[in-house]
């Protein structure tokens, strides 16, 4: 019973995945997002890290998508129509992905299926994350917060918005 809900939220998982990929609403992706995150932390309850499931809902569902959010609502983000593609591209386009589904079916099969599980308990206590991640793992913790700080403000550089006279110039509105 346990492997049919592990496998239902993985797929859930997947699904709401491909939906923050594909969709073109970014509100929608980052909320199929937050799906994506609770379908996880069921995940990691299931494999007995009830810790790293309260993180993984506290600080992704909670605190990063808030911020995610907040970005997409600051920037204003308008539908823009796309050019239209050309057959070959969409032709390749179609081949990269058959070719990474193809692959993909094949690692799995080969690998994650047919291989043995580990022998032992799976510990994920907050001792041994909290010793892992502000020892052996402090720069890449750091580098990650930096990386996410840097996407804001290349985000924010990146919508056109300038400064003049005291406030910001939103939409099509022009500074004076």
Known sequence: ?????????????????????????????????????????????LLEAPFLAALQ???????????????????????VAEPATRPVQQFLGYLTAAAFGIGLIYFVLKYAVFAALPKGPFLANARVLGIDIFQAYVFPFEMVSI???????????MSGRSM????????????R
């Open 1 to 45: 019973m346990e492997f049919a809900i592990f496998f239902f939220f993985a797929a859930i998982a997947v699904i709401f995945a491909l939906v923050v990929v594909l969709h073109r609403n970014p509100v929608v992706g980052a909320l199929s997002l937050v799906a994506s995150f609770f379908a996880l932390a069921v995940m990691y309850v």
């Open 164 to 175: 003049k006279g005291g406030r910001a110039a939103i939409g099509n509105e022009v500074p």
């Open 57 to 79: 809902i506290i600080v992704y569902a909670g605190a990063i998508m808030v911020l995610f959010l907040f970005v997409i609502m600051l920037l204003n983000l308008q539908h």
């Open 147 to 157: 990386l996410l700080l840097a996407a804001i403000v290349g985000a924010l550089v």
